[in-house]
């Protein structure tokens, strides 16, 4: 062997050994495959993504380790095949996982030094639990925003309205003849004054009223006020109120407001009969009291379900869309959480949960 040979040796060893380490550092999934469609790479994250082991397929054809999965998903092939690569593809499910959420995919075209293509190299990572954190925060910071919109102008906005009110009802009083114009005016503007009130309650929920309470007591006292409106629309209400959940040390007025609002909703996505069922229960665990409110309702559009918590967004004509802003938040502050699934022309159900030792 000659020096040269030597020299030559080292350097591809080098090379190699510097492919893998950055094979690695790119830390997702990482396969690479030649013109013939054989695994060439295929590094540690891919190992664990797809629980199989690198020597198991290292030099097995792509199609055939991955024969469960439609071709149209063998990404690194069709790169090959159709000569184009892919950009940060962003789909919504994982067919080699069989699982739903986000998951971005990278291809490209490796050629040597004469141009011509040897083989391609597929990048992969499942990005759902940073689309989800993104939600969260842009959610988040959302909230914030209006929340100091709310507490700067609301008090702003109140007072020259109660003036005008004031005026508005001595006039009346002196116009009998004008009394339809003048009650008008009277309810667009308590119309207006409570949704600055809902706007207020954003701002920050007074944290001086916490106490023991009992969920189911609380669903209760939302119920009667609910009632008449229910029977009028020809709902009936099923209730399953577990008789073993601990008490929580909530706030009762605001934790009413968040019953109220989703109680109100469901009977407002039924307007010519249907069933409404609020249940109670403690989590497996005994850390969470899980309560439930469905309906059999119109349901929402899959498009329509990131804008929920969104303030102002509402489908009817005299809504403010800020119930479930408002009552996001108040869940939040409880330390809970509020979850939605539905489904259009069926119904939809509202999971909240709140902590059993969030202030026990
Ligand atoms: N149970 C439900 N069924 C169908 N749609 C719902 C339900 N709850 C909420 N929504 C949708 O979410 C929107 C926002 O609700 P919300 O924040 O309470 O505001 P509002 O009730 O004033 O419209 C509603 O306008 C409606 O389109
Ligand atoms: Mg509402």
Redesign the pocket.
Known sequence: MSFRDVSMETQVELWKSHSLCLLEAIGQVVVVIDTEGRITAFNSFAEEMFGLSREDVLNQPFSKVFEHVTKAYHYPINTIVKGEELNKKEVNYCPFLRKEGFFLHDTALIRNQMGDIIGAMWLYQDITEQRKYEREVAKAELLAAVSELAAGTAHEIRNPLTTVRGFIQLLASKHANEKDYYELMLKELDRANKIIGDFLALAKPRANEMGLCSINHLIEDILLLVESQANLHDIGVVKDLSGDIPLICLQPDQIKQVFL?LI???V??MPDRGLLYISTKLSDQGDFVLMEIK?T????PAD?MAK?FVPF????TD???????ISYRIVKNHGGDIQVE?EEGKG?V?RVSFPVSAGA
């Open positions: 609002n109100r909703n469901s407002q996505a309906d309702g119109v349901g929402i329509r929920l967004f509402s489908t009817k809504g403010s869309g800020l119930g479930l802003t539905s939809t509202f």
